[in-house]
């Protein structure tokens, strides 16, 4: 392959679930469609660390592909491994553009055609053009028997989407450290909101962790625990995203899943501070149509 060819493309690096692999794909799309050239992704960290979704982003009509042999060569591991150890100093070395920050990064919006972006870029403000986005983001193949039938039962009602994550935050001392749990009145005060604005408002559970939801939680008779093992993540969230309106938990997965909710006057509850951790600058993250509610 010659060096003009591998000019002609922009790279992206997988990491995370599928929260995290949609945010990495939306904003280097977007920025390969400025630039007109394809996108590539780079498999290599999620395939290699099967994270709880593994390569999740596979599942979706994605407009990408794969590395070949010579672009492993030229993104070698040793290379993006420099490249991470020198980003406060320089960018991109090797080509490569590592996050600095957890902001937005109006750098990462000029990288040039043959750039690999290393982050997890989460903002919308990385999205350059939203509803290509959105038609990309939709599953290879239909929906299982049981997530049609709770498809179906979405469309019929004033959904409302309910997310609790729970069990991988508390599994994981330095997670737990960073991002904090939800807290019962967040849940409460969220649900009091909608109940205000959504008349006959059923609740539609997406949660690892139901049993917490029954014990803790006032839903009222209008609910449907959804997440089951007979619905693999990529179809809960997009779900999720068929229901009109949100309450979302201080997760990209859910994050994602009201974001790709095309309903205009959706409302969607947010938890705030997003981190525990106060040193993370999160302030674009959460779209400003977004209703917060303390966490």
């Known amino acids: 392959m010659t060096k003009e060819k591998l000019g002609s493309a922009l790279y992206v690096r997988l990491m995370g679930g599928l929260g995290n692999q949609l945010f990495q794909y939306a ?29 999740a982003l596979d599942h979706f009509a994605v407009r990408a592909r794969g590395l070949n042999a010579t672009e492993v060569g030229k993104f070698s591991e040793i290379k993006l491994r420099i490249a991470r150890l020198l980003k406060r100093h320089a960018r991109p ?40 986005i959105r038609s990309d983001l939709v599953l290879n193949t239909p929906f299982s028997p049981a997530a049609a039938v709770v498809a179906a039962t979405i469309d019929r009602c004033q959904s409302v989407a309910l997310h609790v994550r729970r069990g991988d935050y508390l599994k994981d001392q330095k997670t737990m450290e960073r991002y904090g749990l939800c807290s019962v009145d967040y849940y409460q005060a969220a649900i009091a909101h909608i109940l205000v604005e959504v008349k006959g408002a059923t609740f539609f559970v997406f949660s690892d962790d139901t049993a917490w939801v029954k014990e803790h939680l006032a839903v009222g008779d209008r609910c449907t625990f959804v997440s089951c093992k007979d619905i693999p993540p990529q179809e809960d969230l997009l779900l999720m995203s068929l229901c009109k309106h949100q309450i979302i938990a201080n997760s990209t997965f859910s994050w994602w899943g009201a974001w790709l909710n095309n309903n205009c006057d959706k409302i969607v509850v947010a938890p705030a501070p997003w981190f525990d951790d106060q040193t993370i600058a999160a302030q674009d993250l959460i779209p400003h149509t977004w209703h917060q509610i303390k966490k």
């Not at 799309?29 to 390569?55: F, I, N």
């Open 27 to 55: 904003t280097a799309r977007s920025r390969a469609d400025d630039l007109g050239v394809e996108l590539v992704l780079d498999r290599r960290y999620v395939e290699r660390k099967a994270q709880h979704t593994g390569l």
């Open 93 to 132: 070395v090797f080509s490569t553009y590592w996050e600095t920050r957890f902001n937005f990064d109006q750098e990462v919006k000029g990288a040039s055609s043959g750039s690999m972006l290393c982050g997890f870029w989460q903002s919308e403000r990385y999205i350059t053009n939203p509803q290509q």
